[in-house]
Structure formats: C-alpha cells, structure tokens
C-alpha cells in the first residue's frame, strides 16, 4: 500500500469562491483518482489523473469546474470552482500503487459551502 | 452499463457474531475485480479484501471471508467474530478498465 495525505482536511467555504485539494503520496504512481462523495451516497468517480497527460473526466464533470493538476508521480491537486453548496461533499484521491487494480485512498477533505 | 447492487442499507449484530454482506453485480465482462471496501466514521477508505474473477478459490483475509458465485455474479462478505472496530460503512465495488464502479453500501453496526 501507500501512504496517502490530503489537504485540507476540511473546510468551510462561502459560494462562489474555489477551493483547491491537494493529494500527496510517498512513492510514485502513474494513475491517480479524484472521487466525490456527497452525504450519505457512495463515490463517484470526477476523473482519473495521469502525469504527463490531461485529466480524463467522467460524465457529468468539466474541466472548468474542477480543474486537475498532476505535475509529477507523487502529487496531484483537484480544484472545485465557482462553489454552490451542491458541491459541500467529501473529496477523495486514490491511487493505484503496484498497476493491479488495486486502490488505496487519501483519508479526504470534507468541504462544506454556505 | 455495469452496476452493483448492495440490497442491505443497513445491519446490526452483536459482538463476536459471524454477520454477511450481500453484494450482486451486472456485467458482460469475463476480466474484473471485486472488492470490499471498509469506511468508519473516519470517512478513511480502507481495502477491506479483493477478488480476482479468474479466481475459482474464495479469497480470505484474516476474519473477512467472500463466497464468490461468478456465474450468479454474487459476491458476499462474510465477518467472523465481529468486533466494534468492524462498525463501519461496507461498500462492495467492480473494477474494470481501472474504473471502479460502486454500491450504495452497508451500514453495519457491532453492538456490544
């Protein structure tokens, strides 16, 4: 497995402003995820980031919402733009480590927007 | 579309019980994974145990157990010796292509 932190933990945000998470992991990886969990649901997955290429969305998300940075194979940022509080949900980045489609999961930002 | 189905939104047993989770999956793939996921109240998300589909044999890990039925595309998880730290959000999930596509989950709750 891998040790996987995100910042911040949590935070609260008036609508309208942006929020950017940020996904540290301490080995290298080439594929990292970007899942949303909103209250009581399962996750969904927002998009897939690899280093070296643009993010791939899933239906449903748009680059101009949440835009993704993925600079090299240890890091990787998710940024929720123009918040609505539709968007109050928790954010999770995943990783798979060893390439055989198993993965390991950041411990999450819980975001909240008034 | 794949999809996964977990019908039991919610259970409760007592400590030191065995309880099993019921999970049913709809895919035209032959290649994939399945998985169960652990979520306490922490919100972490902990790999709780995997199964490869080429795989006859059942995996096991530790007090966690999956009776793998391909055919019936069922995949429960069985907890023996349940234990408080076990109370927990269990999520089963199908993998394919690298996507992982979830259920809804199980809220399961160890009474002492």
Known sequence: SAVISQKPSRDICQRGTSLTIQCQVDSQVTMMFWYRQQPGQSLTLIATANQGSEATYESGFVIDKFPISRPNLTFSTLT?????PEDSSIYLCS???????????????????L | AQTVTQSQPEM??????TVTLSCTYDTS????????YKQPPSRQM????????YKQQNATENRFSVN???AAKS????ISDSQLGDTAMYFCAFMNNYQLIWG?????IIKP
């Open chain 2, 12 to 17: 409760s047993v007592q400590e030191a019980e």
């Open chain 2, 68 to 70: 793998f039925q391909k």
């Open chain 2, 29 to 36: 793939e032959s290649n994939y994974y399945l998985f169960w």
């Open chain 2, 46 to 53: 902990i790999l709780v145990i995997r199964q490869e589909a």
């Open chain 1, 80 to 84: 929720v733009s123009n918040m609505s």
């Open chain 2, 104 to 108: 809804a989950g199980t809220k399961l």
């Open chain 1, 95 to 113: 990783v798979d480590t060893r390439g055989d489609n198993e993965q390991f999961f950041g411990p999450g930002t819980r975001l909240t927007v």
């Open chain 2, 75 to 78: 995949f429960s998880l069985k």
